[in-house]
């Protein structure tokens, strides 16, 4: 019996300027990450917000990078940045 591939269901999830300026240079280095933040397009509607579609598995890969920046800077407003980033990616891969 052929075996049946499933796609991954694909989840909309978006980022603010000042967090992409974090991510492109954070992803830069991990190519599975830098093809996610790169196909993110520019909100038709929204100045200033990139969306994308990705797996629940891209969106975890990308809350692991975003733990890890957070745990190494000590920049307030950095953190910031990040925690908003990680609420973001959390509404996406659950849903709400």
Known sequence: MPRRWR??????????E????ILVPAAAQVPALRAVVERAQPHGEIAGLWVLR??????DSMY????????ATRSRRRIDILD???MSLCTSM???
């Open 18 to 21: 000042g967090q992409r300026a």
């Open 7 to 16: 796609r991954a269901r694909k989840v909309l999830w978006g980022f603010d």
């Open 94 to 96: 659950d849903g709400f």
């Open 64 to 71: 692991r990078l975003v733990e890890e920046l957070t745990d």
């Open 54 to 59: 990705a797996t629940i598995e891209e969106l």
């Open 84 to 86: 908003g980033l990680r």
